[in-house]
């Protein structure tokens, strides 16, 4: 089982480049979520998809854009990358029935940007 | 707003030790508890949950349990292994279909 597939692993930028991070879930689940986690501050949540169709802006979302691009593949594009943006990038995935239960995550992107 | 507080790491213990991870949580309504576990070099992976007030999730040797007298949701486990040395973040459902984290506690169990 897949589960929740994120590419790349690993990315250096430099600053004001641009990059997309796809993610993949093969659990049929509605709702997706990206996140971000940095020393001592746990994960924030970026952006989020309730359902195929809606994107929501989380915790964190300046910087970021997002395309649920189906119900499988939700992706995380960085427009034009600062230093500030490093950190490693989580995709996660939910069954979504109006309360979260648990969620499924992908192994991450570390991503730096110098 | 809803946010989770977790005791700061490292902790560190010898095998066999008794673990506690201490989690506090501010809410409004009745939210889902969590913990989740982050091995070396892995996404993180549901531990345990408690859906309401009093109920105890456990996993793994693992139990926490709800208590919203003190909204904590405190992590204990009987006898610590290596194999357990990982990244432990407590979290609370955030409103529809968000899941809101602690800044996570780091456990580095030694032989």
């Known amino acids: 089982n897949a589960g929740v597939t994120q590419t790349p692993k690993f990315q250096v930028l430099k600053t004001g480049q641009s990059m997309t991070l796809q993610c993949a879930q093969d659990?049929?689940?509605?709702?997706m979520y990206w996140y971000r986690q940095d020393p001592g501050m746990g994960l924030r949540l970026i952006y989020y998809?309730?359902?195929?169709?809606?994107?929501d802006k989380g915790e964190v979302p300046n910087g970021y854009n997002v395309s649920r691009l189906n119900k499988r593949e939700f992706s995380l594009r960085l427009e034009s990358a600062a230093p500030s943006q490093t950190s490693v990038y989580f995709c996660?995935?939910?069954?979504?029935?109006?309360?979260?239960?648990?969620?499924?995550f992908g192994q991450g992107t570390r991503l730096t940007v110098v | 707003g809803n946010s989770v507080t977790q005791m700061e790491g490292p902790v560190t213990l010898s095998e066999e030790a008794f673990l506690t991870i201490n989690c506090t949580y501010t809410a409004t309504g009745y939210p889902s508890l969590f913990w989740y576990v982050q091995y070396p070099g892995e996404g993180l992976q549901l531990l345990l949950k408690a859906t309401k007030a009093d109920d105890k999730g456990s996993n793994k040797g693992f139990e926490a349990t709800y208590r919203k007298e003190t909204t904590s949701f405190h992590l204990e486990k009987g006898s610590v292994q290596v194999s357990d040395s990982a990244v432990y973040f407590c979290a609370l459902s955030g409103g529809y279909n968000k899941l809101i984290f602690g800044a996570g506690t780091r456990l580095a169990v030694h032989p």
């Open positions: 998809s309730a359902s195929e169709g809606t994107t």
């Open positions: 996660a995935s939910s069954r979504g029935a109006g309360d979260i239960l648990e969620a499924f």
């Open positions: 659990m049929n689940h509605n709702s």
